[in-house]
């Protein structure tokens, strides 16, 4: 059944990217590493080289996890909302097409948690 609402509601965007000095939320989340109940979300500067990620930012959250330490990072899989992706190490945030809010996942073949549980 569909439903009118009887007046216009206002929309107040309270994430949006005005709201965090520059820097964009960029989502990542490692597939078959339920350790990590959601993805972790940052806030970066689009500028950030796409490697100072992976090499700076994701080992203080992710390494707790035994498997992280042994991720070959060239067989990494990535994507981006969902589609198959491949960054660009060396390029930024921004010139990796990534914008505020974008969802990244990854992949380790290989590496499917603690003894294979998936967790």
């Not at 009887?6 to 990217?17: E, S």
């Amino acid at each position: 059944m569909a439903v009118n609402a009887l007046k216009d509601y206002p929309l107040r965007v309270m994430d949006g990217v005005d709201k965090y000095r520059g820097d964009w939320l960029i989502n990542v989340g490692w597939d078959q590493h339920l350790m990590f109940c959601a993805p972790f979300m940052w806030p970066l500067p689009p500028a950030m080289r796409f490697g100072d990620l992976v090499e700076k930012i994701m080992p203080a959250s992710f390494g707790a996890h035994p498997d992280f330490a042994r991720i070959d990072w060239s067989k990494v899989e990535w994507l981006k909302s969902g589609k198959p992706w491949t960054p660009d190490f060396e390029k930024s945030i921004e010139e990796n097409g990534l914008y505020h809010k974008d969802s990244l996942r990854f992949r380790t073949p290989g590496l499917n948690g603690i003894k294979g549980s998936g967790s």
